[in-house]
Each structure stands twice: as C-alpha cells, then as structure tokens.
C-alpha cells in the first residue's frame, strides 16, 4: 500500500508531461491581427494586440509595458509599412532579436499585397503621407486572405509541429471570407479565384449581371457582403481619414472629399465650409469615420452638410464587434442602413 502514493506520482508525472504544450506567444500591433491570428491559429497560439479597436494606431505611445510583452513573444506581426512607426522602439526595448525584421518571429501583414495610394513624390507638405502606399489592407476582405496567409507562413516557421492546423485554419477562414464576401450559393457555382478576379477588376457586377445560369441572371444569386453593399454601390460619400480606400474601391464607393484636407492635417474652418457646399451641391448623403477621430465632431459636421454620419471602429474590441466577421459586418450593415434610412 505504501507503493500507491509514489504510483500516482508517477503517473501523473507521466501524463502531464504528455501533454504539456506551451501555446505560441503571438503578439499583434492592431486588433484586427489578433483576431485574424486566433481563427486561423485556434488552440495551439495565445494572442495579444498592442492598440485597441478604438484608437489610432498611428498614435500608440511605446509604453514599457508593451515591451514586456514582446520581451517573450514567439511571434510579432505588424503591418510592415509606416503605419506602426512606433514598433520598431517596443522591439529594440524588448531585447527579443527573434521578433525583429527578417527573424523567423516577424511578420509583415502587408507583404505580397497591392498597395493603393502609393505616392509619386514623398513631401511632408502632402500632411502624413506614408511612403509605401496606403496601409490600412486589412479593410478589404480580399486583402485578409493574404493577411492570414502571411500570419500562418509566420506561426508555421515558429512552431513547424503545428503547420498541418495551421494550414487547415488557414483554408477554414479563407472559405468563410468567400463565402461571407459572396454568398455559399455563388462560391460553390463559380469558385472564389474567379470571383476575386472579378472582384478586384471592378467588373463582378457587371459580369453577374449580364451573365445567366439555368435561366436566371448570375446577380440574383450574389450574397454575402457584396450581395448586401448593392444598395449603396456606387454612391457618392465623404470620408473623415484615407481608412477606408481598400474597402471603397472593393465596394465600389465613390468618396468625393475628405474631412482631413490633407492626411493627418486636423480641417480648418473655411476647408470644412467648402467641402459642406461640395456635398450640398453632390447630394451627398453619407460620412464615414473611423471611432477614433470623436463622435461629437464628426457629427457636427455631418448636421451641418444635412447627411447622415457612419461611424464605426477600425478593430475588433471586448464590446464588439468581437472578431474580424462581425467587424465587417458592422461596416457594411451601417452603410446600407444610412442610405436606405
């Protein structure tokens, strides 16, 4: 009897140390990062983001408690463009080489998409422009997918044991983009490469319109993100910040002026009264707006110009939208609502 107690020692030594797997420390700058990580990563990956849904990241102050975080992270990503200029501060502050730019635990977001917005010359007198081209992809859904490309290429170079589940929540999400962007029906009938094809042309809607199957007319068919964006597509909008120039040309949106006369540059009195007579005169009926920039103000703004103000967070956050769907989900519902309403 005397042997028992050291019996169960054993095998619960034993049992422990079986399946004892210590989860891949991911770090992410913007919350939309994090929530793309923990689809695709699922169980084996524990995932923080520095910034919050709510705030600028162009803003965030390196705090030494974000380096702390970093100091352990097997994995850092980042968007890779000039978004972040205060990365590279948490980075060299963490002492953690394996994070840094071209290590193993990096990861560029941004890497391998096409950049819109890419200046000719770059002059400060242009306001905050980013010199690589516009780095707000993630508000493209077809740009996710490579996001969530690039966030595996990096999990898989950390942790190679996991690279089959990460492989296989990489094809999970990349469905569930498809399917949400176009609807299950239209996916299955004509396959997702041909619809981002068309997608990214600027011609799906062209094409579903003018094309049938089995008697009825392709757009019939369309769901999903597009399905819901047709009441407002190619409308006419303003615009508070340069957020939102993947999501507007993918939603086929006409933005006419921007809050910002110049990128970062905070409207001035007789600019603000100029664009107001620019949406008079367009019978503009909408504002976008990132949460961040204040309510109070941007809806002042819209009362004045006689149109409605949308404005929603750029990330996901503990209030909701929790995850990137439900983020999507938020912009495309409250656009349709402002111009049905």
Not at 152 to 161: E, I, K, M, N, W
Request: charged share 25%; hydrophobic share 45%; aromatic share 8%.
């Amino acid at each position: 009897m005397r042997r028992l107690p050291i019996l169960f020692f054993l095998f619960a030594l034993g049992g422990a140390g079986a399946d004892v797997r210590e989860p891949v420390r991911v770090v992410t700058t913007l919350p939309v990062y994090a929530s793309i990580a923990e689809l695709v990563g699922g169980d084996r990956i524990e995932v923080r983001s520095i910034s919050r849904g709510d705030e600028d990241a162009h803003f965030v102050k390196p705090k030494p408690s974000f380096a702390l975080m970093l100091r352990d992270a097997d994995l850092f990503v980042t968007t890779g463009l000039d978004l972040e200029l205060w990365a590279p501060v948490l980075i060299d502050k963490s002492g953690n080489r394996r994070i840094r730019e071209g290590q193993p635990g990096y990861v560029s977001a941004s890497r391998g998409l096409q950049l819109l917005d890419v200046p000719e010359t770059v002059d400060r007198s242009g306001g905050d422009v980013h010199i690589y081209g516009n780095p707000h992809v993630f508000t493209s859904p077809l740009m996710v997918k490579s996001i969530a490309a690039n966030i595996v290429a990096g999990l898989s170079r950390v942790d190679p044991q996991g690279a089959a589940e990460y492989d296989a929540g990489l094809a999970h999400f990349e469905q569930r983009v498809d399917e949400e962007l176009y609807g299950a029906e239209l996916v299955q009938l004509l396959g997702a490469e041909t619809l981002d094809s068309l997608a990214r042309q600027g011609k799906l809607i062209s094409f579903l319109e003018s094309e049938e199957y089995q008697g009825q007319k392709l757009i019939e068919k369309l769901g999903g993100w597009m399905g819901r964006s047709l009441g407002f597509r190619a409308k006419k909008i303003v615009a508070y910040h340069k957020n939102w120039i993947y999501l507007t040309e993918l939603f086929e949106l006409e933005v006419i002026g921007y809050i910002e006369p110049k990128p970062g540059i905070p409207p001035s009195a007789r600019h603000v009264h100029e664009l107001i007579g620019q949406i008079e005169r367009d019978a503009v009926r909408v504002l976008l707006a990132a949460s961040y920039f204040g309510v109070s103000r941007i809806e002042t703004i819209a009362e004045r110009a006689g149109c409605r103000a949308v404005i929603v967070p750029l990330g996901p956050n503990k209030s909701g939208p929790r995850n990137y769907f439900e983020l999507v989900d938020l912009w495309i519902d409250s656009l349709a609502r402002a111009f049905a309403g």
